[in-house]
């Protein structure tokens, strides 16, 4: 798999801290995993979607860039796959480690204009700090809205944008045509 292979993942282009969590998928009966790999890695940021969300300068597919995106994407999963009033302190604790790692530096540029800078000890980093940053901002929008898919089987999650935020799966066209046709199976053969 090169940075050139398509995206095999059924769900891409949800909010970065959204797309890195779905980064794992079901295939068949076994998780598939896009990071298994810094090529897996390579098509992960290079995909339009993701891409378009990362700072600049464009992160290198390299095996510490993919160790900093896993660490950011267990706490992301133990956030978010475990909704409490509480949140579980190891994962609020890890999560913000993979904040600690970079920061916004806010200055005047020579002409006096605000400026924004980004600085990170490792940009290796970045990417994950992204993510991060997403989860967050997220959650400072919508935070009842970032879910995990109904399907009985689906690992895939999902930033519910609908109108009346009753979204259920991850996309109609897998999970939802799924139930919809289990459902109809099952009221065709009760009568």
């Given at each position: 798999?090169?940075?050139?292979?398509?995206?095999?993942?059924?769900?891409?282009?949800?909010?970065?801290?959204?797309?890195?969590?779905?980064?794992?998928?079901?295939?068949?009966?076994?998780?598939?995993?896009?990071?298994?790999?810094?090529?897996?890695?390579?098509?992960?940021l290079s995909s339009p979607p993701v891409a378009a969300q990362l700072p600049?300068?464009?992160?290198?597919?390299?095996?510490?860039?993919?160790?900093?995106?896993?660490?950011?994407?267990?706490?992301?999963?133990?956030?978010?796959?475990?909704?409490?009033?509480?949140?579980?302190?190891?994962?609020?604790?890890?999560?913000?480690?993979?904040?600690?790692?970079?920061?916004?530096?806010?200055?005047?540029?020579?002409?006096?204009?605000?400026?924004?800078?980004?600085?990170?000890?490792?940009?290796?980093?970045?990417?994950?700090?992204?993510?991060?940053?997403n989860y967050l901002r997220l959650l400072d929008d919508r935070p009842g809205?970032?879910?995990?898919?109904?399907?009985?089987?689906?690992?895939?999650?999902?930033?519910?944008?609908?109108?009346?935020?009753?979204?259920?799966?991850?996309?109609?066209?897998?999970?939802?045509?799924?139930?919809?046709?289990?459902?109809?199976?099952?009221?065709?053969?009760?009568?």
């Amino acid at each position: 798999m090169s940075s050139s292979s398509p995206d095999p993942r059924p769900l891409a282009g949800e909010p970065l801290a959204i797309d890195l969590l779905n980064t794992r998928w079901m295939s068949g009966d076994r998780v598939a995993d896009l990071l298994d790999s810094t090529d897996g890695l390579a098509v992960w940021l290079s995909s339009p979607p993701v891409a378009a969300q990362l700072p600049d300068p464009a992160p290198h597919a390299d095996t510490a860039t993919l160790n900093a995106l896993h660490e950011a994407r267990a706490a992301l999963a133990k956030l978010v796959d475990t909704p409490t009033t509480t949140p579980d302190p190891a994962a609020l604790r890890a999560l913000n480690k993979v904040l600690s790692r970079a920061r916004v530096r806010h200055a005047l540029d020579p002409d006096g204009r605000p400026t924004t800078h980004l600085e990170a000890e490792d940009p290796a980093w970045l990417p994950a700090w992204a993510a991060a940053e997403n989860y967050l901002r997220l959650l400072d929008d919508r935070p009842g809205r970032i879910r995990a898919c109904s399907g009985p089987t689906c690992i895939l999650h999902f930033y519910d944008v609908s109108k009346n935020g009753t979204r259920r799966w991850c996309s109609m066209a897998i999970c939802g045509n799924r139930s919809k046709a289990k459902g109809h199976y099952a009221r065709q053969h009760t009568r």
